[in-house]
């Protein structure tokens, strides 16, 4: 990590945001969501761990995808499942 940030947050050069304010996953199986995130590396929107189905999780430990941002209006952080690292972003 270079000036505490971890190495996959630092890699990330362009946001990717949410095309849709929803699930992917929850709205195939009719769930419902808290929170949304968007994944860093392919740019899926899918539900936050306050969640019922935790689907931005389990889309980590599936691909691998470190790093996701909030999709949440007026939040601005990124949070890597690899390092447990959280960093806010202008």
Excluded: N
Excluded at 47 to 61: L, Q
Aim: aromatic residues 8%.
């Amino acid at each position: 990590m270079a000036d505490g940030i971890c190495s996959h947050i630092s890699a990330i050069t362009e946001i990717k945001t949410a095309k849709k304010r929803e699930c992917e996953e929850c709205v195939k199986h009719g769930g419902r969501w808290v929170h949304l995130r968007t994944c860093q590396t392919c740019g899926v929107t899918l539900c936050c761990d306050d969640s019922p189905s935790k689907h931005m999780t389990k889309h980590f430990h599936e691909t691998g995808h470190p790093v996701v941002i909030s999709s949440e209006p007026g939040e601005k952080w990124m949070w890597c499942y690899v390092d447990d690292s959280f960093v806010e972003y202008d």
